[in-house]
């Protein structure tokens, strides 16, 4: 898929999720566009109750039964997948044509991948109809993972 599509689809699951929370009573920061953020995988900054939590937002527009968990981001740079690299507290992991969003910790996942051995798969990205860089990563079962929680975003408005 084009790094472009990507991103916008990407934006869509964050919008969502946003609308989401803010229509449950938290205060929601968007941090997707700041560097430090960025680089530490962070999207937002939500806040309850004098609770604090960072959220990462993963957006997957095919219906499956995985989760697609990035360990290698770019192989022309050998750089770690995000969920190495992510600092948020939670991941709000969004599929566009379910309207399903299952969330987990980062921290619980890795556990859950280092524990178990599952199908190895990797995307290519393009920019102007170029493969620019592959992602590597693992297929992790839903029915499996660790999930703290599952909402619909659209219908939970």
Known sequence: MDF????TIGKRGEHLTKQYL???????VDTAGHKLFQQIDIDMVIEKNGTVY??????DRHVSKNFFIET???DTKNTLG????TKADYWFYYFEDSDECFIFKPADMIKHIEANSFKQVTHAT????RNVYKSYGVLVPINTAPITQKIKLKHGL
């Open 4 to 7: 472009n599509s990507s991103n």
């Open 22 to 28: 803010n229509n449950n009573g938290w205060l929601t």
């Open 72 to 74: 290698i981001s770019n």
């Open 54 to 59: 960072t959220v990462d937002v993963k957006t």
């Open 82 to 85: 995000c969920i190495y690299v």
């Open 126 to 129: 393009s920019i102007a109809g």
